[in-house]
């Protein structure tokens, strides 16, 4: 097949979620198909990355979206009532050059990841598959409850535009995919049991790591550090979780390991706490720290970050809302607590004793084994691609 795969940003480093699935979905649907990528992008990727995806694209176009057409774009989009984050990538100049880029390649079947790319969808024909990842509504929902005011109404406005706005994508496209059934339940539609769960997977270099390192922090948090809900759950570990840790292991360090470290985050630095910017290999952060901790408070989808420390080995801590999508059984797989004590005393115990440690750490290894690979998942979605092509 001949696929037309539409992104929001170009698909490397993998240093956010929806970089990390584009890029396993294009490497792994190359092998046997043709991939064309139309991505946008606010700046010129480095030509080394661009090498690296050429390797698994037949041709890419990147669409560069200025700050001034960004602002342009924002200001519309009060007058528009499209979603702020849709209209971004619905100029006029996007909408040519995707449209062109689309009779260049003619394809069999066109993809496209999040909602944003709705606007792009509608200047086409064809067989057409949306990726919703994940509910964008709801995440937009969530993060009012703890943004400044003006942030609150800007959130409030998104959250409501965005759930009328996903209602219409299964008018617009053949098929749709999410990323956890969580999340298939929190879209605000009649059709969204039509959805397709593509889940998400582990890269065999976290699988099969085996580099041994000193290791250098008890616990370690990983993730972009500029998303707000990482913000917040790196804030709620370094202010509320860890001084309960302190008191009764005082030379415990963490490490806050990820790019973009917002000035909220570097903020958290001292003589314990180790904020890391953009790291080249985040398996070595892995396997250079003891306990891995997610205490995620807002945000939708599935937590990359604990599907990597569990494949690495480490034993996992997280809240409710983030076992939610991953569904690993908690007190054999994963540690699960919503409060600062509980998560403190799950730190305490797996630092203090070999037992719980070992534990968790070969059942949740097993559990990403068995349950989250990119291959078995990609071939759910060229089987759902090849599907929506047959249909006449």
């Known amino acids: 097949m001949k696929i037309l795969a539409t992104f929001c940003r170009f698909p ?14 294009i490497k792994e649907l190359s092998k046997e198909n043709d991939v064309y990528l139309f991505c946008f992008s606010s700046h010129h990727p480095k030509q080394e990355h661009i090498q690296i995806l050429e390797k698994y694209c037949k041709q890419i176009h990147i ?6 057409t960004q602002f342009v774009s924002l200001f519309c989009s009060f007058f528009n009532k499209l979603p702020f984050q849709v209209a971004l990538f619905s100029t006029i100049k996007a909408k040519r050059s995707f449209k062109s880029f689309f009779f260049k390649v003619n394809p069999d079947v066109s993809y496209f990841q999040f909602v944003r790319m709705g606007e792009l969808a509608k200047v086409i024909s064809g067989k057409k598959v949306l990726d919703f990842q994940d509910c964008l ?4 929902e969530r993060r009012k409850a703890n943004a400044g005011f003006l942030k609150r109404i800007i959130f409030s406005i998104e959250a409501k535009r965005l759930q009328r706005y996903e209602d219409t994508m299964f008018n617009l496209f053949d098929a749709t995919t999410i990323i956890t059934d969580t999340d298939r339940q929190l879209i605000n539609s009649e059709h969204r049991n039509d959805i397709q ?7 065999d270099g976290f699988l099969l790591y085996d580099r041994k390192f000193d290791k250098e922090y008890d616990v370690i948090f990983s993730g972009n550090m500029s998303y707000s809900p990482n913000v917040m759950a790196a804030r709620f570990l370094v202010k509320d979780i860890m001084p309960l840790v302190w008191e009764k292991i005082p030379k415990c360090k963490v490490v806050l390991a990820g790019s973009s470290p917002s000035k909220e985050v570097v ?7 180790f904020v890391t910017g953009w790291v080249e290999d985040m398996k070595e952060y892995y396997a250079k720290s003891r306990v891995f901790i997610a205490p995620m408070q807002i945000g939708t ?10 494949a690495i080995g480490l034993p996992c801590i997280t809240t409710s809302l983030a076992n939610k999508a991953l569904k690993s059984k908690p007190n054999e797989e994963i540690l699960v607590a919503d409060d600062k004590q509980n998560l403190a005393n799950y730190i305490i115990e797996l630092l203090s004793g ?14 990403v084994k068995l349950n989250y690979s990119w291959q078995t998942s990609v071939k759910k979605l060229y089987d759902l691609l090849r599907q929506v092509v047959c249909v006449k």
Do not use: C
């Open 12 to 25: 490397y480093p993998l240093d956010k979620g929806d970089k990390l699935r584009a890029f396993y979905q």
């Open 63 to 68: 669409e560069r979206l200025s700050l001034l």
């Open 137 to 140: 509504s709801k995440n937009m």
């Open 197 to 203: 769960i593509i889940e998400n997977g582990v890269g």
């Open 267 to 273: 903020e958290l630095k001292n003589e314990k706490v």
């Open 301 to 310: 989808g599935l937590q990359n970050k604990l599907l990597e420390a569990m």
């Open 354 to 367: 070999q037992e719980l440690h070992d534990k968790i750490s070969l059942n949740g290894n097993s559990f």
